[in-house]
């Protein structure tokens, strides 16, 4: 069996008998992204040389008998929206094509703190915008399972990059299903944790209210290993929670009696795929042979989800991304052929003698905005930018913005009744497996509905996790959405883990050449 | 009182800085006059990721200053995004706080101690907190038309008290504004330096002109910015008001019928002028910034604030006038100098038991140095435990006005103490009965004088209180003024 069918506590328990260095691991990883990368285009940009040298140096710190962080030289990839120092993180923009930031995310310095080696910064969509990745302004990432097919978004070379087993773990972040999804479409597992779990610090904001970093792994003891090195309060993040972090890998060795499961009605309605529907079912069958009992409840408005989602998303958007404007952060047009342009506008308007509009022209540094923005931001991020800009306007406000707060409100009260009787929430992470590349790029409402079962976990600020439950006939992953609630990430583990326990869907990997 | 044919309203927006050490959101010094860009960090600079992290310190020194202008706190407050593109607002929108603001409905008590307007409260409509933006440098030298932004200032903390629309001249206005500038002084809250931008106000003025049929018709609200001193807040308004009323009589133009102008003050011309109104200005898209998290403050903690104010200046003064005896104009006086001047005051009262001499030696003697020589009363040589020695040799006769003031000046100038100096000078209380004899002897050689004086003319007993001056000058006029006028009853 190759090195890297090995999961990530696998591998870690290797580097620590010192059966594999870590430059060793590192440089097999390596290997793997030179040979399949190009077909698969998950990482926009690879490391070798800092995680190479970073690898030998925990594998000296090993050798010489001095303390190893938890993470003890795996290679962990990193989504390009977490700000890396020194490194170009781009967030799939061209407006941040060249950023380099001079700080490190809290969860970077966590992950160096830890040992993990960042091997490479993966390819979403852009600014987190998206459900297939195909949002990148550089490239569009291609599912491991069938390349013709998205594998998912926004974090879709978070989740790609560990089915071809181009790493073992990675990060990625989630504001309406963007770990989620992917980890779905993908056939990995992938965790949302409660908002405020991880710090957002370095996290280049999408929707600030919503964002979240989680853990995408091959398996939910891999999750837990990843997301107790994530996990905790940071003071340089006031929405970070001061609460404490419990041991995910030891609640998975504790057994899990009695488990009281809740199967969203609501979530096998119209839209869902005949195979997903029965692969849920399926799997929930399976947890009833495993002793959990399991009972149909109701998010009764959590049909109000998708359109509450994108009202807050693009409002919080809007305002996020005003800072790229060529002046102070972002792309800047050709400022040169930018005012010749204007002053040629204007010379026209004048010998036309139209001068009322002429004075009405653009101020340079009205039109540099305008210019710099209209050419480095990519039709999606527009899109957003501009519903929220509208929604957020002087008599729109209370209409849109203010009555998205509100039936916000009553999705977390559904949240809170159901989880006053079950443990854990069941249900499909998605309504369709991954689909071919280009079909819903010119149908944004379509690839909204993408996020259809995974918004109201952000919304209500509660964790998730997707874990593979089978196939489709054609051969592609079907996700489990398991959901928690606030703060109980280690239940959500634990039932996760029962279930990985006694299938293996999970140890499926994409066979590429 | 006034002939005008009209009422000037005046509703004041002032931004004082919070004299804290760190911003409002990052650790990064506030301090004034670093080299630009050097007190910067990701967060105050809105860098691509960073987060806000509310300094505790800054709302502090908010809460003191609503409690001290009589705010209401509400228990609940939140950070909202104003949204605007300007060079010098890196993250394109500021943290402020728009519908619940920390604080509201409070009061600042104006008076003029000259009498020139009824003392009356001036309304707060609200004061709440935000942070500063940059600076934008431009610098069009040659045409080059470049502009460069310092961002040290971004982040700052601000706190924006505005009023209500209360005042009624540009007196009234330059009143609110010393008394609020006082007031923050003495709560140690700002610097109040309007040259370094820790203190800014706006002014929001109109006019209602009668119409002589018992109605009053409001003119347009013009807006003023670039006010750079009090005084000239009180000529803008003056200046304002004028061209208000011309304008008016010219277009006959009222409220509601031309959008709210914004004009800045020239100081050099003294006039105003009409500013090109910013883009996209009415429509800022406030929402709450999901960065932060609301602040809660309990009744406790405001309870807490208000007996940790300490005495303000309008106590302070009610408190002189009573206790000491002073006038309101002195009170006003003293009050005005500050904490410092007031303990100097009252130490020199308490020692000497005369308010009034107390108020006249300290207004005319030690802040007229203070003013000479522009230091602080902190510094000055002569404390007051020392200048009462001083005056109660005056109080006790040992030497008069005239020449304690000059033993002041060498306290000054020397730093020696009163007894010291008065014993240099040979300055020492004269016997009564050799001051008793010094008079005999010289009316005995004046007998023209005991006559005049016998006569009536009892100012002629003046030439003998000279000479007897001239002869010992430790002697007290009065005294000997006195004592001559007994003996020559008795002759
Ligand atoms: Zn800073």
Known sequence: ?513 | MSERPYDIVIGLEVHVQLKTRTKLFCRCSTQFGLSPNTSTCPVCIGMPGSLPVMNREAFGLALKTAVAINCHIPEFTKWDRKQYYYPDLPKGYQISQYDLPMSEKGWLEISDPKGEFEPKKVGITRAHLEEDAGKSLHDEVAGKADSRIDLNRTGTPLLEIVSEPDMRSPREAKAYLTELKLLLEYLDVSDCNMQEGSLRVDANVNLHIHNGEGQKIATPIVEIKNMNSFRAVERALAYEAQRQYEVYQETGRTIGQVPKQTRGWDDQAMVTRGQRHKEESSDYRYFPDPDLCPVITTAAEVEAVRNNLGELPAQLRVRLESTYGITPYDSDVIVSQGRPTVEYFVTLAEATADGKRASNWVQQEVLRVLNETGGAISDFPVKAAGLAVLVKAVIDGELDVSRAKEVFNDMVATGKSAAAIMQERGIEKVDSSALKALCAELLAASPRIVADVKAGKEQAVGAIVGQAKRKNPNVSPGEVRAICLELIQEM
């Open chain 1, 1 to 513: 069996m190759s090195l890297l069918n090995h999961t990530a506590t696998e591998l870690l328990a290797k580097l620590e008998s010192r059966e594999v260095s870590s430059a060793e691991l590192t440089a097999a990883y390596l290997k793997q992204i030179e040979t399949l990368d190009p077909q698969v285009q998950a990482y926009l940009r690879v490391l070798p040389e800092s995680a190479l040298a970073k690898a030998k140096e925990i594998d000296a710190r090993r050798a010489a008998g001095q303390p190893v962080g938890k993470l003890g030289g795996l290679p962990v990839a990193i989504k390009d929206v977490i700000c890396t120092q020194g490194e170009v993180t781009t967030c799939a923009s061209k407006m941040l094509e060249t950023f380099v930031p001079p700080y490190n995310a809290t969860v970077v310095e966590k992950l160096r703190a830890a040992d993990a080696v960042l091997i490479g910064k993966t390819n979403m969509d852009e600014f987190a915008m998206g459900g297939s990745t195909e949002n990148s302004a550089f490239q569009a990432t291609k599912n491991p399972w069938n390349l013709e097919c998205i594998p998912g978004g926004s974090s879709g070379g978070a989740a790609a990059c560990l089915a071809a087993s181009m790493a073992p773990l990675s990060v990625g972040t989630d504001t309406g299903g963007s770990i989620r999804q992917p980890a779905a479409l993908c056939g990995v597992t992938g965790m949302k944790p409660t908002y405020g779990r991880v710090s957002r610090y370095g996290l280049v904001a999408f929707a600030s209210s919503l964002d979240q970093i989680g853990p995408l792994a091959h398996t939910v003891e891999d999750a837990a290993l990843l997301l107790a090195v994530l996990a905790g309060h940071d003071p340089l993040d006031s929405t970070s929670a001061d609460v404490e972090v419990p041991d995910y890998r030891a609640a998975l060795s504790q057994p899990l009696k009695g488990l009281k499961i809740g199967v969203i009605k609501e979530h096998f309605g119209e839209g869902l795929d005949n195979e997903i529907a029965a692969a849920v079912q399926a799997a929930v069958q399976e947890y009833e042979k495993l002793g959990a009992t399991a009972k149909e409840i109701s998010l009764p408005h959590s049909k109000y989800g998708i359109a509450t989602y994108y009202i807050i998303a693009p409002c919080e958007a809007s305002s996020n991304l005003a800072r790229y404007d060529g002046v102070h952060y972002g792309y800047r047009t050709d400022e040169k052929a930018m005012l010749a342009e204007l002053d040629a506008e204007r010379a026209a308007l004048v010998k036309a003698g139209q001068q009322q509009e002429a004075d009405n022209l653009d101020t340079p540094l009205v039109r540099l905005y305008r210019q710099s923005r209209a050419e480095g931001f990519g039709p999606e991020v527009k899109r957003r930018i501009m519903l929220g800009t509208y929604a957020l306007s002087a008599g729109y406000y209370d209409a849109y913005y203010l009555k998205a707060l509100k039936v916000r409100r009553l999705i977390r009260q559904d949240y809170d009744h159901a989880f006053k009787e079950v443990d854990v929430i069941l249900g499909p992470t998605t309504p369709t497996p991954a689909f071919k590349m280009g079909e819903k790029l010119n149908d944004p409402l379509a690839m909204y509905l993408e996020d259809l079962y995974t918004v109201t976990a952000n919304l209500a600020g509660v964790g998730g996790i997707s874990i593979p439950c089978g196939f489709t006939k054609s051969n592609l992953p079907i996700g489990l959405q398991i959901q928690a609630p606030a703060f109980a990430e280690a239940k959500c583990l634990q039932a996760a883990h029962l279930f990985q326990q006694a299938t293996d869907w999970h140890n499926r990997r994409a066979k590429l050449q």
